[in-house]
């Protein structure tokens, strides 16, 4: 096996990694989490289809159904790395081989449109990443934002298949990999959506990893927060952000749904604060009400009874803790700005 290598963009390049994941095969020169060259070679049709045994040409490359070319270079001294995508006029030859082991065997070669004719040929063994179908089943196994979206899209449509679904925005998807291998890996993901000719709807879907598969938790409403529903409830023994920041959501989605039922709750952010001298604490939320309205801010004051931190009531609007003092204050207000003199006119004799 000889390695893809060659020149790109007037650089030597030899490929050290080589993967294919969601939809793309990646050659890499240098680490994976910050490589000095990166080639993306994104393939037509569907992302979680797994390419084995087929084969791509393109001489000058054209069309919308061709495969989009993406290099990235390190550039001394700047943060990011440059990046170029050929979408055209480019050739290419890439063949693949049966997949065995989570592997993709196949050659490459590939020439590019740019003034030093960027060319790179070889072989190689990819490593397969990310979320697939395979035989028609999907990979549930992948620790993929992917496989979260596909989760949530089949929940979505579970009872109605062939229904259409559109307008979707999944967002804010995510998973956690605790540090204590013995806890399952828990994910997040809120999508936006309209089934056939209903309202507009969103749901917030949390996920776990368990008997080494991904699977729906719970699914939210737009007037749910997922820190109101964790996993693993928190207790006496957890840490205090963890108690504080529960407790407050769990009261705010609750004041809400008695207050403004219709409503729902839209970028909550929490920051919660402790003193264990004076056992006093807050809990300090921004939220809003529609996705398009201005923040709403709050704040909950809790204490330390019995080695817990319990919500003890929601701060009044003027109300602020000092938890260096331990003590519950009234903000400042700001200063009337005085009245401008009126100059005196000067009078004639």
Known sequence: MHAPKGQLLGKAFAADGVEFAEGALVLRQGKAEAPDIEVRVYLPGNKWDTPAGKQFKFENAAGADIPRVHVSTKEEGKPEPARQEFAEKYSLKLEFGPEKDKKLPGKIKLVLPDEAKSTIAGTFDAGIHGFRIVNGKPDLTADSVDTLEYLALREILKDDPDKAVKDVDLR??????????????????????????????????????????????????????????????????????????????????????????????????FEARTNDKNRLGVCEVSYRLAADEEPVKTAYLFRQKKGAWVLERELAKTETVNLEKGIIQKKPTAAKPKAKAKPKTATKR
């Open 172 to 269: 804010d998807g995510h998973y956690v990999i605790p540090g204590d291998a013995a806890k399952p890996k828990i994910g997040y993901l809120e999508a936006a959506y309209q089934l056939g000719d209903g309202a507009p709807a969103v749901q917030r879907f949390q996920f776990v990893k368990d008997k080494d598969e991904w699977r729906v938790l719970r699914a939210l409403g737009a007037n749910q927060l997922a820190e109101a529903h964790p996993y693993e409830m928190p207790t006496a023994a957890s840490p205090a952000e963890k108690q504080l920041v529960y407790q407050a959501a769990a009261r705010l989605e609750k004041d809400i749904a008695k207050k403004q039922p219709k409503k729902g709750i839209y970028g909550a952010a």
